[in-house]
């Protein structure tokens, strides 16, 4: 155990298949960094994602709360159409865990994506964090760092700042830089290192030439493949050993709290195994992500937990770690589990909820039960016995439904209705990809 307060590093990849690393049963070793991670830490085997799509997950992972109670996180998610909109953004009022670790005397940064909206109404910096690398919206060309509709969107603080090379190795780069700088100071750092990899275009470090030939491109390459994905996971992976790397050079990895996961559920070309279900979707597949956290100074090496947990938790976890009160005027939503990662034999009682416009779904998990609705349609699955969803108990079982359709219901009306506007929103994801 440490009296230090710690380093804390929160990675968040971008599309990523429950099943896509080898501690989580890929058939492909491409994530040797990330495996020897979760051997010397915990990885947890029952986490979930605050939404099965980009910016809902990334509205919870800063406030620390359900993003239902801001208007920006009702949609599916903030898209470069909401460039301007002033609904549309994280307001930067709104207390956030990186403006409390400030407060008490972190320093900050995000490196990667932000998809909270865009300057000047919102941003990074006007939202707790000192510096800034990256895109500002969802999905970026890896090599001219334009969105779909042509527009530059890479960022250094809040002006864009162009620049060549591969976006993975361009944001792992400069989150090395951070450490560099930071490690060994006398104040503790927060480095939130949010990769865009492997979310589309499906480019890989290789595709340079081709991009070249392309102008640069590569939207119009919507077929992908999974050997190009799987490039790319390898290559995040890379950076991620590049940056532990840093961390013991300055002998602060022992002191460093670093948790590992993806927004939402994988797309295309991901592995979910054994789950069904993909990004956009309240099935498995959708929302149960990987979760690792390495803290040799407070997690035992080797440790698995089945705790269930959304994003929201982790922000929780982090404050409490750093010993950080969150806002009165702003509790928090999510639960520290700062106990799981002191004793992975402990199991907090956490019940989870989502909710989606799109296909009307919701979801809510109780120890091993889960309630589904989609497209109008109840199910009740017991995910001990049934992690692929395929045998819905809500006849047989129609009290243990009918109660947790009351209970989904009662957590929902203590929450913001949905906006008559938003409910109209579809899913960001592959279709929105500009046609040849």
């Given at each position: 155990m440490t009296n230090r307060r710690p380093n804390i590093i929160f990675i968040v990849a971008d599309d990523l298949g429950y099943a896509d690393l080898g501690c989580y049963g890929g058939r492909d070793p491409i994530s040797p960094h990330l495996d020897r991670l979760a051997a010397g830490g915990l990885r947890l085997t029952e986490g979930y994602a605050n939404s099965s799509v980009c910016s809902p997950t990334r509205f919870a992972l800063i406030t620390g709360r359900y993003q239902y109670r801001l208007r920006g996180g009702a949609e599916e998610p903030v898209s470069s159409k909401s460039r301007g909109d002033a609904r549309l953004g994280l307001p930067p009022a709104h207390p956030t865990f990186p403006s409390l670790l400030l407060a008490s005397g972190y320093r900050t940064a995000l490196i990667g994506k932000w998809h909270l909206g865009f300057p000047p109404l919102y941003g990074p910096l006007s939202s707790g964090y000192q510096e800034y690398f990256g895109p500002m919206g969802g999905g970026v060309d890896y090599f001219t760092h334009c969105d779909p509709n042509g527009i530059q969107d890479l960022w250094s603080g809040h002006e864009i700042s162009p620049q060549p090379g591969y976006l993975t190795d361009l944001l792992s780069d400069r989150a090395v830089d951070y450490v560099e700088r930071m490690a060994g100071g006398s104040q503790p750092f927060l480095l939130s290192l949010h990769y865009t990899a492997p979310h589309w275009p499906w480019e890989s470090r290789d595709d340079e030439a081709l991009a070249a030939d392309l102008s640069g491109n590569l939207f119009h390459l919507h077929g992908g493949n999974v050997h190009t994905y799987r490039r790319m996971i390898s290559h995040m992976?890379?950076?991620?050993?590049?940056?532990?790397?840093?961390?013991?050079?300055?002998?602060?990895?022992?002191?460093?709290?670093?948790?590992?996961?993806?927004?939402?559920?994988?797309?295309?070309?991901?592995?979910?195994?054994?789950?069904?279900?993909?990004?956009?979707?309240?099935?498995?597949?959708?929302?149960?992500?990987?979760?690792?956290?390495?803290?040799?100074?407070?997690?035992?090496?080797?440790?698995?937990?089945?705790?269930?947990?959304?994003?929201?938790?982790?922000?929780?976890?982090?404050?409490?770690?750093?010993?950080?009160?969150?806002?009165?005027?702003?509790?928090?939503?999510?639960?520290?589990?700062?106990?799981?990662?002191?004793?992975?034999?402990?199991?907090?009682?956490?019940?989870?909820?989502?909710?989606?416009?799109?296909?009307?779904?919701?979801?809510?998990?109780?120890?091993?039960?889960?309630?589904?609705?989609?497209?109008?349609?109840?199910?009740?699955?017991?995910?001990?016995?049934?992690?692929?969803?395929?045998?819905?108990?809500?006849?047989?079982?129609?009290?243990?439904?009918?109660?947790?359709?009351?209970?989904?219901?009662?957590?929902?009306?203590?929450?913001?209705?949905?906006?008559?506007?938003?409910?109209?929103?579809?899913?960001?994801?592959?279709?929105?990809?500009?046609?040849?």
């Open positions: 992976d890379e950076g991620i050993g590049a940056l532990i790397a840093a961390l013991e050079r300055h002998d602060s990895l022992h002191d460093t709290l670093i948790v590992f996961t993806s927004d939402n559920g994988g797309e295309r070309f991901s592995d979910n195994w054994p789950l069904v279900g993909g990004k956009m979707d309240l099935t498995e597949g959708g929302i149960r992500v990987p979760w690792i956290a390495h803290w040799p100074a407070v997690i035992a090496a080797g440790a698995v937990s089945t705790q269930h947990c959304q994003t929201m938790d982790w922000s929780a976890t982090v404050l409490d770690a750093a010993g950080v009160a969150a806002d009165p005027d702003y509790p928090l939503d999510g639960v520290s589990l700062l106990p799981v990662l002191r004793d992975p034999g402990i199991h907090i009682d956490r019940p989870l909820y989502w909710r989606m416009t799109h296909r009307g779904q919701r979801a809510y998990r109780s120890g091993a039960w889960k309630y589904l609705r989609v497209d109008g349609n109840d199910y009740l699955f017991n995910l001990d016995a049934d992690a692929r969803e395929r045998a819905n108990l809500g006849s047989r079982d129609s009290e243990r439904l009918k109660r947790m359709r009351s209970e989904w219901e009662h957590w929902n009306a203590t929450l913001p209705p949905i906006p008559e506007d938003a409910k109209a929103t579809v899913g960001y994801s592959i279709k929105d990809m500009p046609s040849r």
